[in-house]
């Protein structure tokens, strides 16, 4: 059963997002010497890493331990207002003593499937794994996912293929929706990740989540219902507002 937190307002879902990934970092590495952390994209996470990034949360974080992944990425360049990493570099990359080899971006600018192929060795190389033989990698101790409007989560958009893909880690994948090509994990990575969160805010994501959380199991159309962590933990840290329409909450 996924575990549903309702924040008054979006302030304060920012400050609690904020506070549950400075607590699993410390407890994985206490735990396990290390914090992988992947973070989403999209424009909800942009304050929970500026917020990350002050004296106040940056000082109780040893970023020397932690490593940055991504779910997805847009195919631009890293530069590009639309990246991913760009935003995540800009709120908070920037801002904290993260050594650069701890960064893993999955290069938008390169062939699609070049950075999908690039981004599953470098997963393999972190997290072992056969991406050949199908077995997955050591899930990330925290997979932090957004969800569109549509139900989108990553970049696992209604109708295609890679929203019940059960072999390939990453892959490129045009959006027509949003005309342009994507490189997204995959539900065997995000499904093997210890904690995975989604963080939703705002009214206009409200109709989409009652039906993702409270409406009948239609994966294919509603992407974000794929996310089952096998043996993890799912969160949902949500804001009054998007939780509006839920019939239960807690
Ligand atoms: C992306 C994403 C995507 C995002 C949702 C929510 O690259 O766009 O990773 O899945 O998280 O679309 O986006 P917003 O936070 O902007 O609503």
Redesign the pocket.
């Known amino acids: 059963m996924p575990k549903i937190t309702v924040y008054p307002d979006n302030d304060s879902l920012v400050k609690g997002t904020t506070d549950f990934i400075a607590d699993l970092a410390a407890r994985a590495i206490a735990e396990r010497g290390r914090f992988t952390l992947a973070l ?5 996470p942009n304050p929970v890493y500026a917020l990350l990034a002050t004296p106040e949360y940056r000082d109780r974080i040893d970023w020397s331990r932690v490593l940055i992944f991504f ?2 990425e ?1 195919c631009v360049p890293p530069d590009d207002p639309r990246s ?1 990493y760009l935003m995540a570099k800009n709120a908070l990359l920037d801002h904290v003593p993260l050594p650069p080899d701890n960064i893993f971006r999955i290069r938008g600018e390169d062939p699609p499937e070049k950075a999908a192929a690039d981004y599953i060795d470098a997963l393999q190389n972190t997290f072992g794994g056969d991406p050949l033989a199908g077995a997955p990698p050591e899930g990330f101790d925290l997979n932090l ?4 409007d549509n139900g ?4 696992l958009f209604p109708g295609l293929a890679a929203v019940t893909e059960t072999f390939r880690w990453v892959m490129p994948l045009y959006v027509e929706v949003v005309g342009m090509w994507r490189v997204t994990m995959t539900p065997v990575v995000i499904n093997a990740s210890r904690t995975v969160a989604f963080l939703v805010s705002g009214a206009k994501k409200a109709d989409v989540l009652q039906r993702v959380l409270e409406g009948p199991y239609q994966p294919v159309v509603l992407p974000s219902q794929i996310v089952k962590p096998a043996s993890g933990e799912l969160h949902w840290l949500l804001d009054e507002p998007a939780a509006a329409k839920l019939r239960r909450e807690s």
């Open positions: 989403s994209g999209g424009s909800t779910g997805d847009r991913n996912l957004g969800m569109g989108h989560t990553a970049s």
